[in-house]
């Protein structure tokens, strides 16, 4: 089992610039999410879905955005790249108990961004 | 302003002893409490939980007490080996369940030998 899968594993980006990042799990969870890491930070979300179809804004969504056109796949997407954006970004998935709460994320290696 | 606190930013144990990192929350509807551990360049693995019902849950060596009119919880390791050694993150999910997890900063954890 692949679990979840992220690429790629580092970036450089000029400010300005656009790219996306990639998600990818293989457990059908329907839950996915993104989330940045900067130095003496905990995961701040982004954003994050709860199904096909379905996505909505975390705590830190300015200058991303998401889509989710299938269950195994989670984009992240800048638009117009900015040295605040460089960070570590980690991609999580997570199934459903029967009372429809998500448990607890497994997360991807991370892709370290940096934008000069 | 930060839901969820860890204030030790290092903690060092000696190989065999009782390493106990605490957490400390603000937000009331947080009903599920879980604790990550991450080494360098890798993803945060998920260690163990505890739902807002129980105060109390062990998964081997690891066990999780929660507080709930202190709001606070904490994760003990008996007995502390070498491999323990990583940052571990504190993190709750709130009532509704389903828009994401809050992060603690981390607490860095070093087993001396």
């Known amino acids: 089992n692949a679990g979840v899968t992220q690429t790629p594993k580092f970036q450089v980006l000029k400010t300005g610039q656009s790219m996306t990042l990639q998600c990818a799990q293989d457990?059908?969870?329907?839950?996915m999410s993104w989330y940045r890491q900067d130095p003496g930070m905990g995961l701040r979300l982004i954003h994050y879905s709860v199904g096909a179809g379905i996505t909505d804004q975390g705590e830190v969504p300015n200058g991303y955005n998401v889509s989710r056109s299938t269950t195994e796949d989670f984009p992240l997407r800048l638009l117009s790249a900015a040295p605040s954006q460089t960070s570590v970004y980690f991609c999580?998935?997570?199934?459903?108990?029967?009372?429809?709460?998500?448990?607890?994320?497994?997360f991807g290696q991370g892709t370290r961004l940096t934008v000069v | 302003d930060q839901q969820v606190k860890q204030n030790s930013p290092s903690l060092s144990v000696q190989e065999g002893r009782i390493s106990i990192l605490n957490c400390d929350y603000t937000n009331s509807m947080f009903d599920y409490f879980l604790w990550y551990k991450k080494y360098p360049a890798e993803g945060p693995t998920f260690l163990i939980s505890i739902s807002s019902i129980k105060d109390k849950n062990e998964d081997g060596r690891f066990t999780v007490f929660l507080n709930k009119s202190a709001k606070h919880l904490s994760l003990h390791i008996v007995p502390s080996q070498p491999g323990d050694s990583a940052v571990y993150f504190c993190a709750a999910r709130n009532g509704g369940g389903a828009d994401g997890l809050t992060f603690g900063k981390g607490t860095h954890l070093i087993i001396q030998p």
């Open positions: 457990m059908n969870h329907e839950y």
């Open positions: 999580a998935s997570s199934y459903s108990t029967g009372t429809g709460k998500m448990t607890e994320a497994f």
